[in-house]
């Protein structure tokens, strides 16, 4: 799921420059990134890491038809999947094993062609990379990261060199799903030591079969929405690369999804 481990080094705007300067706690030397854009295994203060069901109310339809799906992330899968089954009545499938990185998965579709990958570590493989200590942390599941839809991921690169904002990609990848069939894709992420896994991961599944098509169906993505202390200077690079979600003011990154399922309202939280 990554091309390779090293590291990286970074050219700052002037802008990102004073923003270091004054978000210390959240700036730090980093390797390249994984697809799965780890998560920060501290704590925060804004946003529990809790995932729970909220009351019923009104179904408000924003930034997800362009999301390709989060990543779920917990120790075990097993459990996670039965945490997830608990939550919403839908027990996710097995999607496999991504070879090399010492992790596997199990899908549930969201509809509107996107779908939850609850992503853990895989006892069958050396968990020992850098992806592996960020999951081996966790002490309950939390979203990781988000993909979104993008057929051309030129226009994206382009963006990010305007913006000097360093990058890894587009590049090929693949997994073989239980059934033998080999899905390939194409990945595009940011490497910001500022804005870190804020920024989304850029997915082209080509002429792949998207994996919500197969994945269990009954639950519905209804709202996502991102958290971020500078909310506004991140709603506006979100509006150069085309990406609708939502940014609201928050003192620590979040990313929440809600989903509509049928046990009701499901609230699923991740600090990015």
Same mark, same amino acid.
């Given at each position: 799921?990554?091309?390779?481990?090293?590291?990286?080094?970074?050219? !700052?705007?002037?802008? @990102?420059?004073?923003?270091?300067?004054?978000?210390?706690?959240?700036? *730090?030397? %980093?390797?390249? &990134?994984?697809?799965?854009?780890?998560?920060?295994?501290?704590?925060?203060?804004?946003?529990?890491?809790?995932?729970?069901?909220?009351?019923?109310? =009104?179904?408000?339809?924003?930034?997800?038809?362009?999301?390709?799906?989060?990543?779920?992330?917990?120790?075990?899968?097993?459990?996670?999947?039965? @945490?997830?089954?608990?939550?919403?009545?839908?027990?996710?499938?097995?999607?496999?094993?991504?070879?090399?990185?010492?992790?596997?998965? &199990?899908?549930?579709? $969201?509809?509107?062609?996107?779908?939850?990958? #609850? /992503?853990?570590?895989?006892? @069958?493989?050396?968990?020992?990379?850098? $992806?592996? &200590?960020?999951? &081996? $942390?966790?002490?309950?599941?939390?979203? !990781?990261?988000?993909?979104?839809?993008?057929?051309?991921?030129?226009? %994206? #690169?382009? #963006?990010?060199?305007?913006?000097?904002?360093?990058?890894?990609?587009?590049?090929? /990848?693949?997994?073989?799903?239980?059934?033998? @069939?080999? !899905?390939?894709?194409?990945?595009? $992420?940011?490497? =910001?030591?500022?804005?870190? +896994?804020?920024?989304?991961?850029?997915?082209?599944?080509?002429?792949?079969?998207?994996?919500?098509?197969?994945?269990?169906?009954?639950?519905?993505?209804? +709202?996502?929405?991102?958290?971020?202390?500078?909310?506004?200077?991140?709603?506006?690079?979100?509006?150069?690369?085309?990406?609708? %979600?939502?940014?609201?003011?928050?003192?620590?990154?979040?990313? *929440?999804?809600?989903?509509?399922?049928?046990?009701? *309202?499901?609230?699923?939280?991740?600090? /990015?």
């Amino acid at each position: 799921m990554r091309a390779g481990i090293g590291l990286v080094y970074f050219t !700052l705007t002037p802008i @990102e420059v004073t923003k270091m300067t004054k978000r210390r706690t959240i700036l *730090k030397t %980093v390797l390249a &990134a994984p697809v799965m854009s780890i998560v920060n295994a501290g704590s925060a203060q804004t946003v529990r890491n809790v995932s729970k069901p909220i009351n019923k109310g =009104s179904d408000i339809q924003v930034g997800v038809n362009e999301v390709d799906h989060f990543m779920w992330a917990a120790v075990d899968l097993e459990l996670a999947s039965a @945490e997830f089954e608990r939550l919403t009545g839908v027990r996710p499938a097995f999607g496999g094993r991504h070879m090399g990185f010492g992790t596997h998965n &199990a899908l549930v579709s $969201l509809s509107n062609g996107s779908y939850m990958e #609850v /992503l853990a570590l895989d006892p @069958e493989q050396d968990t020992g990379g850098p $992806l592996g &200590a960020e999951i &081996a $942390l966790l002490t309950s599941p939390e979203i !990781l990261a988000f993909h979104i839809k993008r057929a051309d991921l030129e226009s %994206v #690169v382009s #963006v990010y060199q305007e913006m000097n904002i360093a990058y890894t990609g587009p590049f090929d /990848l693949s997994r073989q799903r239980p059934d033998g @069939e080999v !899905l390939r894709w194409r990945l595009l $992420l940011a490497e =910001s030591p500022v804005y870190k +896994h804020a920024l989304p991961v850029f997915i082209d599944w080509m002429d792949a079969p998207h994996p919500s098509k197969s994945a269990p169906a009954g639950c519905e993505l209804i +709202h996502f929405e991102v958290g971020y202390p500078y909310n506004e200077e991140l709603s506006s690079l979100y509006e150069k690369l085309d990406v609708t %979600v939502p940014v609201v003011y928050s003192r620590e990154p979040y990313a *929440k999804a809600t989903l509509d399922t049928p046990k009701g *309202k499901v609230v699923l939280h991740g600090r /990015l």
